[in-house]
């Protein structure tokens, strides 16, 4: 039985997610003939404060992070 582990930063519509769901569970199929039945999916959602890329918060990065010290004027 092979398990599908994502970890993504929230902000996905249920509509995407299901989506997701449907499409990583169609390319394991293709990819190694596992009955669809068989394959699981494993959605983990992280705030942008828990994600970081670079020693960065993800927050900070993307520039939603009210606490981030604002880029010096152009």
């Given at each position: 039985?092979?398990?599908?582990?994502?970890?993504?930063?929230?902000?996905?519509?249920?509509?995407?997610?299901?989506a997701l769901i449907a499409k990583l569970t169609d390319a394991m199929h293709?990819?190694?003939?596992?009955?669809?039945?068989?394959?699981?999916?494993?959605?983990?959602?992280?705030?942008?404060?828990?994600?970081?890329?670079?020693?960065?918060?993800?927050?900070?990065?993307?520039?939603?992070?009210?606490?981030?010290?604002?880029?010096?004027?152009?």
């Amino acid at each position: 039985m092979p398990l599908i582990q994502v970890t993504m930063v929230q902000g996905r519509t249920v509509e995407q997610k299901h989506a997701l769901i449907a499409k990583l569970t169609d390319a394991m199929h293709e990819a190694v003939g596992t009955p669809k039945d068989r394959i699981r999916v494993a959605i983990y959602e992280i705030t942008a404060d828990e994600w970081g890329i670079g020693g960065e918060p993800f927050a900070t990065v993307r520039g939603t992070d009210p606490n981030a010290a604002s880029p010096p004027p152009a």
